[in-house]
Nanobody
Framework: QVQLVESGGGLVQAGGSLRLSCAAS????????MGWFRQAPGKGREFVAS????????YYGDSATHRFIISRDNAKNTVYLRMNSVKPEDTAVYYC???????????????????????WGQGTQVTVSS
């Protein structure tokens, strides 16, 4: 089994920065990709960003483009989300997710879809004060 543990959430003022981390542990696991989603109160889960583990290709949701940066440390099996210029509307629970897609898979690859991911963390709260 694979466990994902997020950290780095907390309270930050608007305009500030925060870095979230997510470490994968458990069985020997090399993800195809890892991503971040978020869920604000009363809303559905929203795609934030993802990164492919081998080539490092990145994808960003509209809310993250030009403000957030996703990165990875392959040796530590850890993905990061650097959040810059945060806004009160960034307040949400942020979830880390891991894609265990097989290299031989022929299904359509959509890094923005929840269904693409096989493992999820428990979430970390980010609150942005105005």
């Amino acid at each position: 089994q694979v466990q994902l543990v997020e950290s780095g959430g907390g309270l930050v003022q608007a305009g500030g920065s925060l870095r979230l981390s997510c470490a994968a542990s458990g069985r020997t696991f090399i993800p195809y990709a890892m991503g971040w989603f978020r869920q604000a109160p009363g809303k559905g889960r929203e795609f934030v960003a993802s990164i492919n583990w081998s080539g490092g290709n990145t994808y960003y949701g509209d809310s993250a483009t030009h403000r957030f940066i996703i990165s990875r440390d392959n040796a530590k099996n850890t993905v990061y989300l650097r959040m810059n210029s945060v806004k009160p509307e960034d307040t949400a629970v942020y979830y880390c997710a891991a894609d265990d897609r097989k290299w031989y898979s022929t299904t359509y690859y959509d890094p923005t879809a929840e269904s693409e991911y096989d493992y999820w963390g428990q979430g970390t709260q980010v609150t942005v004060s105005s």
